[in-house]
């Protein structure tokens, strides 16, 4: 698999967590329920933290919910971050209730005199600030509506850029960076421009992208096309529904990549008309009887099981795969390694794969 080349960064650290340099691409996710509801907040976070989120983002509207703040992050095992707009003294308060991180809105957190504050606090707590700049609450400024033609990306860009000068100015460089969109070609516009402005690591998302169906394709395209670019440091898929669906999506973006590994790699035919076993099926029972184990022959990359149903490009994927599958009429050939071993009947498939996938793996 080809390597991608990362864009360097400063790297910084949210918890635990490192972002940027050289680590991994992390996965977030926000949490969905009314923060001041400790109990169900906590819950929700617990969830995602089984799914695979490593970093939790909650909205902070008020002073109930920056209260709660503590509660929630003695209940939670990772990085918690405070999502703030409006109101700096939320972002006082969600310091001083000990979150991991803070996101502020330059479009709606912006006088000098506040920032300076925040900023002070933050210091001293040595906890990052993401500038996250929304296509949706860029801040219009008097340029603007003189006329001045800029396309959306641009005004993102100067919008972050403006902010960032704030913060270095106040000497804090302890910062992410994240220009959403709801438009694919938007966000990956931005990023790719700004890629090459600062060494700040990057937030990916598209932002508001939809219900899952439609957010999954919109999400996989924009962040996985700057990924393939090299950018990027951090992830957070979102739609509209269960945030579960955000982690599996940016785990399945990630190792679509090779950027990360977290589950076998089922490799199946789409079948046609040659099929003469039960595909579909054989590779669902498959799926579930691994039931997402780090299966690995290395310790570092996932097991590769190819599953396929005529001798089309049958014996060619099942030799490229660790442990391979090609299917003729109601029987198939197990490969190991490029190396056929035997045939067996179509009942059989799946607990001969599963007994050799066993019997190798780590």
């Given at each position: 698999?080809?390597?991608?080349?990362?864009?360097k960064?400063?790297?910084?650290?949210?918890?635990a967590?490192?972002?940027?340099?050289?680590?991994?691409?992390?996965?977030?996710?926000?949490?969905?329920?009314?923060?001041a509801?400790?109990?169900?907040?906590?819950?929700?976070?617990k969830?995602?933290?089984?799914?695979?989120?490593e970093?939790?983002?909650v909205?902070v509207?008020?002073?109930?919910?920056?209260?709660?703040?503590?509660?929630?992050?003695?209940?939670?095992?990772i990085?918690?971050?405070?999502?703030?707009?409006?109101?700096?003294?939320?972002?006082?308060?969600?310091?001083?209730?000990?979150?991991?991180?803070?996101?502020?809105?330059?479009?709606?957190i912006?006088?000098?005199?506040?920032?300076?504050?925040?900023v002070?606090?933050?210091?001293?707590?040595?906890?990052?600030?993401?500038?996250?700049?929304?296509s949706?609450?860029?801040?219009?400024?008097?340029?603007?509506?003189?006329?001045e033609?800029?396309?959306?990306?641009d005004?993102?860009?100067?919008?972050?850029?403006?902010?960032?000068?704030?913060?270095?100015?106040?000497?804090?460089?302890?910062?992410?960076?994240?220009?959403?969109?709801?438009?694919?070609?938007?966000?990956?516009?931005?990023?790719?421009?700004?890629?090459?402005?600062?060494?700040?690591?990057?937030?990916?998302?598209?932002?508001?992208?939809?219900?899952?169906?439609?957010?999954?394709?919109?999400?996989?395209?924009?962040?996985?096309?700057?990924?393939?670019?090299?950018?990027?440091?951090?992830?957070?898929?979102?739609?509209t529904?269960?945030?579960?669906?955000?982690?599996?999506?940016?785990?399945?973006?990630?190792?679509?990549?090779?950027a990360?590994?977290?589950?076998?790699?089922?490799?199946?035919?789409?079948?046609?008309?040659r099929?003469?076993?039960?595909?579909?099926?054989?590779?669902?029972?498959v799926?579930?009887?691994?039931?997402?184990?780090?299966?690995?022959?290395?310790?570092?990359?996932?097991?590769?099981?190819?599953?396929?149903?005529?001798m089309?490009?049958?014996?060619?994927e099942?030799?490229?795969?660790?442990?391979?599958?090609?299917?003729?009429?109601?029987?198939?050939?197990?490969?190991?390694?490029?190396?056929?071993?035997?045939?067996?009947?179509?009942?059989?498939?799946?607990?001969?794969?599963?007994?050799?996938?066993?019997?190798?793996?780590?």
């Amino acid at each position: 698999m080809m390597v991608i080349k990362r864009r360097k960064t400063r790297q910084v650290r949210i918890g635990a967590v490192k972002i940027g340099g050289n680590a991994p691409v992390s996965i977030q996710s926000m949490a969905k329920t009314d923060t001041a509801d400790v109990d169900a907040t906590v819950r929700q976070i617990k969830a995602l933290e089984r799914e695979g989120c490593e970093i939790i983002r909650v909205a902070v509207k008020d002073m109930f919910s920056a209260r709660a703040l503590s509660k929630i992050k003695a209940g939670i095992n990772i990085p918690l971050v405070a999502d703030i707009h409006f109101h700096f003294q939320l972002a006082l308060e969600a310091i001083a209730r000990g979150v991991d991180g803070l996101r502020l809105n330059p479009g709606n957190i912006y006088r000098y005199r506040e920032l300076k504050q925040v900023v002070k606090a933050a210091r001293k707590r040595k906890i990052p600030i993401r500038v996250g700049v929304n296509s949706g609450s860029v801040r219009e400024p008097e340029s603007r509506r003189a006329g001045e033609s800029k396309s959306q990306a641009d005004w993102m860009i100067k919008s972050a850029l403006d902010y960032i000068r704030i913060l270095e100015g106040l000497d804090f460089y302890n910062i992410i960076v994240s220009l959403k969109s709801s438009d694919v070609m938007v966000t990956v516009d931005s990023y790719r421009k700004m890629a090459g402005l600062c060494n700040y690591p990057f937030h990916l998302g598209v932002t508001a992208a939809g219900l899952p169906e439609q957010a999954r394709i919109k999400s996989a395209i924009g962040i996985g096309g700057l990924l393939l670019r090299g950018i990027g440091d951090t992830v957070r898929v979102s739609l509209t529904g269960n945030p579960r669906e955000e982690v599996k999506t940016a785990r399945q973006i990630l190792q679509s990549l090779g950027a990360r590994y977290f589950e076998p790699e089922i490799i199946a035919c789409p079948t046609c008309g040659r099929t003469q076993v039960d595909v579909v099926k054989i590779a669902q029972e498959v799926k579930k009887r691994l039931n997402n184990r780090q299966c690995s022959l290395n310790g570092k990359k996932p097991l590769r099981v190819a599953i396929m149903g005529c001798m089309v490009n049958g014996p060619g994927e099942a030799r490229d795969a660790d442990i391979g599958l090609a299917a003729g009429k109601k029987s198939g050939a197990v490969f190991i390694k490029g190396k056929r071993i035997r045939r067996v009947r179509e009942e059989e498939m799946v607990d001969e794969l599963l007994k050799e996938i066993n019997r190798i793996v780590i």
